[in-house]
């Protein structure tokens, strides 16, 4: 069950995490945009990104700030390193930013705007608790999902980006992970894994 504490919690640090966003893409230089569009595999004509759909853009984003490295280090954690919070909220927003991970989860089970969710990859993890008003009123148990999970207390509350994909196609989507990781050259294993459901995605996304 969610209180009220830990919505009020999740909209303030929802609202926090957006504004946060908009100063962390000012440390994002141009050449960093040309190369995470290469390594999605999003089209360019010239100088302009020719995105599929509006979607695009909130992936793209997403994949700069948290999963795209330089020298280790990725937006989140390089404007940290640089900038001191403004305030209070600010501050507890990017260490929950530093904090966060991605990975594949299954729903398996939903509870008011509460989502209880099995990590595919991390078998032996407890299971997570996840705080999404809009998806807690259309997710169905056995659903996956490609998440990165911020905490919020005790909760975790979404980056802003979900790959979704349909409870049938869990064994072909582990299959085809595996595969097209293994193709993929560039960075760690954040970097692998995003590029890799950023492509699957497109291919059997919901």
Do not use: W
Not at 165 to 191: H, P, T, W
């Amino acid at each position: 069950v969610v209180n009220l504490s830990n919505i009020e919690k999740y909209i303030k640090m929802r609202e926090a995490g957006m504004a946060a966003n908009s100063k962390l893409m000012k440390y994002v230089s141009k050449d960093m945009m040309n190369h995470a569009v290469k390594l999605l595999g999003i089209r360019m004509q010239g100088n302009t990104i020719l995105f599929d759909n509006e979607e695009e853009t909130s992936y793209l984003m997403n994949f700069l700030l948290y999963d795209y490295k330089i020298n280790g280090k990725n937006t989140v954690q390089v404007y940290q390193e640089s900038h001191r919070a403004n305030t209070e909220i600010e501050n507890e927003v990017i260490n929950s930013m530093r904090s966060s991970y991605s990975s594949l989860f299954e729903v398996t089970s939903i509870r008011g705007f509460t989502i209880s969710l099995r990590d595919l990859f991390r078998e032996t993890d407890k299971p997570k608790k996840l705080i999404d008003v809009a998806f807690s009123m259309t997710a169905s148990s056995g659903t996956l999902l490609f998440i990165r999970l911020v905490p919020v207390g005790d909760r975790y509350m979404t980056s802003g980006v979900s790959f979704i994909f349909r409870k049938e196609i869990k064994q072909y989507l582990l299959r085809r992970y595996r595969k097209i990781s293994k193709k993929i050259q560039a960075g760690d294993q954040d970097m692998k894994q995003y590029i890799a459901f950023f492509k699957l995605n497109k291919e059997c996304g919901e």
